[in-house]
């Protein structure tokens, strides 16, 4: 259409009488040739869409075509072949065969290629436009559809992902209540017996365990509130080396510390106690390739507004494109490892308004914690 007016040439409108004549030979050369599945759900459907397709074509070279029909007639072919759950391929090819089939149509015209270029031009034009619109409309259906799956299959995960979470925090829990009562016992050993050989030995695995079971205890209860007070950093840090004392004289590792001034922090005492000796324990385990030299260096500093601690060691590098990922759950390099040491550490200084950060190069690894007041 050309401002308005229709161009349909006295060839074309031939044309279009010759093929609506011969109309029955042309469907039977298609599906002759076609790639058609007998189990496909729809076949009375394709032998009618072609049809309709047909009609389009000629419709086209008349130049009287309603576009809006050709997407719903597209849309609904497109509907059809998934729900068929066929190879859009085969589409596109039936499509093509029925395109051959009428262009050696224009053969028994005995006209020059010139003459024929238009319509064949309005032919493929056709062909190629109904082609886009199926294919367009069958690739969102089948993505819709995907999409779905994957939401339907993502939420299952997580649902029994959650629910492993709460078996296991169950059964921490219920293991948790006979290892204190037995660590209750052994104090009561020791204050009634204080020579019985080994009770030290036991009482210090036993917190050990208790430490391992409070952290799978943080990581199933994130947004358990535990009560903030204020306390001295130096004596918390005190502490934990004095209860680290056994595992450092055991692998040799020395840990230094010059704390120039008294630093008060508030929080949960219990959970930066974790933080600082998961920390710690990762150092000890870095260590490990080292025969001697083991040293792990603590630092505390503040200022108006935040108290920082940096524990160093020096271990081997942790390589550049590990350090991204060590603070995820579940990743760990130790055969033993559950990979949730630094996940608790993250989880635990954010909850106090805080960052944790890490570098490492060849001569120490660094772990920086900072509080805001
Ligand atoms: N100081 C360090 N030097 C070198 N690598 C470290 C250091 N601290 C942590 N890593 C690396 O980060 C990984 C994750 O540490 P994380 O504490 O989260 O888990 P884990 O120690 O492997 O297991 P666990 O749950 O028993 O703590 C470790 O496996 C180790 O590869
Ligand atoms: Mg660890």
């Known amino acids: 259409m050309i401002g308005g007016v229709c161009i349909v040439t006295l060839i074309e409108h031939k044309i279009c009488d010759y093929l609506i004549e011969h109309n029955v030979n042309l469907m039977n050369d298609w599906r002759k040739n076609m790639i058609f599945s007998e189990h496909d759900p729809f076949k009375e459907e394709v ?14 070279i008349r130049e009287d075509v309603d576009v809006e029909s050709v997407k719903s007639m597209a849309y609904k072919i497109a ?6 759950e066929s190879n859009i391929g085969d589409f596109v090819y039936n499509a093509n065969v029925a395109r051959t089939a009428l262009f050696k149509r224009l053969y028994d015209f005995n006209m020059t290629i010139v003459d024929l270029q238009p319509v064949i031009n309005k032919m493929n034009m056709c062909f190629d436009q109904f082609i886009y619109y199926v294919v367009g409309q069958y690739s969102e259906i089948i993505n819709k559809d995907l999409e779905a799956k994957n939401k339907f299959i993502d939420e299952t995960h997580k649902e029994r992902l959650t629910i492993l979470g709460q078996m296991s925090a169950s ?30 030995i036991i009482s210090h695995e036993l917190q050990q365990l208790n430490f391992r079971i409070s952290q ?7 947004d358990l509130s535990m009560e903030q007070e204020d306390f001295s950093l130096n004596e918390l840090i005190y ?16 840990v ?42 603590i630092d ?18 942790i390589p550049p494109d590990k350090i991204e990922t060590i603070f995820e759950p579940f990743v760990t390099t130790k055969t033993y490892g559950t990979g949730i040491g630094l996940f608790v550490c993250k989880q635990i200084v954010q909850k106090h308004n805080g960052s944790i950060t890490c570098t490492s190069s060849d001569e120490n690894t660094s772990f920086e914690i900072i509080l805001r007041k």
């Open 47 to 60: 032998m009618r869409n072609g049809e309709a397709i047909f009609t389009f074509l000629l419709s086209y």
């Open 79 to 84: 509907k059809e072949r998934a729900e068929a």
């Open 171 to 200: 059964f921490v829990h219920e293991f948790r209540n006979p290892l204190t009562s037995v660590m209750g016992f052994i104090k009561l050993l020791k204050a009634d017996r204080p020579d019985t050989p080994y009770l030290d």
């Open 216 to 222: 799978f205890l943080l990581v199933s209860k994130k």
């Open 239 to 254: 502490h934990i080396i004095e209860f680290l004392y056994p595992t450092l004289l055991d692998t040799n590792v020395l």
């Open 256 to 297: 230094t510390y010059d704390f120039q001034k008294e630093i008060s922090v508030r929080g949960t005492r219990s959970e930066l106690r974790q933080v600082i000796l998961n920390i710690l324990l990762n150092s000890v385990d870095a260590l490990e390739v080292h025969k001697d030299n083991k040293i792990i260096v």
């Open 300 to 317: 505390i500093d503040e200022t108006d507004k935040e108290v920082c601690v940096i524990i160093k060691n020096n271990g081997p590098v």
